[in-house]
């Protein structure tokens, strides 16, 4: 599904390449809940961000898909932002819009669905994530695990494939965490999405994923189911 071949990343800084990912080669599954672990500036961020192609690699091929997605112009780019939805730690909703709005953006900027299905499908989303009852509201008026769940809503909107999420829950209480998580591996089993996590908190690990990638000064030190990672003696 998400194939990484001899991947690399480097970024410019003053004129030099630093790298942030050396080269890297792992195949992430269709379907399964696939974690990444590991300090701040291992690069996990870079990793999760080159499936979208927010970020370039450097060198090196990453397939989604059987795709090679790695020279995708403008339009195969946005094709690509449909099937890779993502959300991130700050939630990062409009904030002149409304739940509803926010949810109906990316299938306004797609371009290819009519008004109805807009709508419909907002209201589809609001009542799976449980935010029926706050279509009007701004993000301002709503709890962080509630801007979570807008952030999850909006993500699902265009019927996405791969789910990516980085650090979803690190700015939420344990409780709103929770349930944050169980809605994720709700989607993940109902809809069949493949979920992509970053996370530095090991209880999402051994809540929801499959398998895990350890990650260290840009490197995959270890990947492995989450038991054969964390739980061997
Ligand atoms: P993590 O998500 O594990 O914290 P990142 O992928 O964000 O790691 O960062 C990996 C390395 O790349 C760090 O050294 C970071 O400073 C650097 N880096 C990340 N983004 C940029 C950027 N846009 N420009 C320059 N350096 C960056
Ligand atoms: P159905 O065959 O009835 O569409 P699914 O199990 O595929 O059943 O989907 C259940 C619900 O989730 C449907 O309402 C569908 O519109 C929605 N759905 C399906 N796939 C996705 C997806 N990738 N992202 C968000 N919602 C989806």
Do not use: W
């Not at 991947?7 to 599954?29: D, E, F």
């Not at 926010?102 to 290819?112: C, Y």
């Not at 709700?186 to 979920?195: A, F, K, S, V």
């Not at 398998?211 to 054969?228: C, H, I, K, P």
């Amino acid at each position: 599904m998400i194939e990484f071949d001899q991947v690399q990343k480097s970024y410019q800084v003053g004129g030099r390449a630093i790298p942030a990912l050396h080269a890297t080669s792992m195949t992430i599954q269709a379907g399964e809940v696939f974690g990444i672990v590991g300090h701040s500036g291992a690069g996990k961020s870079t990793l999760v961000r080159l499936i979208n192609l927010l970020e370039r690699p450097s060198d090196g091929r990453i397939r989604v898909d059987g795709e090679n997605i790695t020279d995708y112009g403008a339009d195969e780019l946005r094709a690509l932002r449909r099937k890779v939805g993502m959300i991130f730690q700050h939630f990062n909703l409009l904030s002149s819009k409304t739940v509803a709005d926010n949810i109906a953006f990316p299938m306004k900027l797609a371009g290819n669905y009519s008004r109805a299905e807009i709508t419909s499908r907002v209201a589809e989303l609001l009542a799976r994530v449980g935010l029926g009852d706050h279509a009007d509201k701004y993000p301002s008026q709503l709890s962080g695990g509630q801007k979570q769940r807008v952030g999850i809503a909006r993500a699902l909107a265009c019927r996405p494939a791969i789910l990516l999420c980085d650090e979803a829950t690190s700015a939420l209480d344990p409780q709103t965490t929770q349930s944050v998580l169980k809605l994720l591996a709700d989607i993940n089993r109902e809809l069949g999405l493949t979920i992509v996590l970053i996370t530095h908190e090991m209880d999402v690990v051994r809540r929801v994923c499959d398998r895990v990638a350890v990650m260290d000064a840009g490197r995959v030190v270890e990947m492995g189911s989450v038991s054969d990672v964390f739980l061997h003696p």
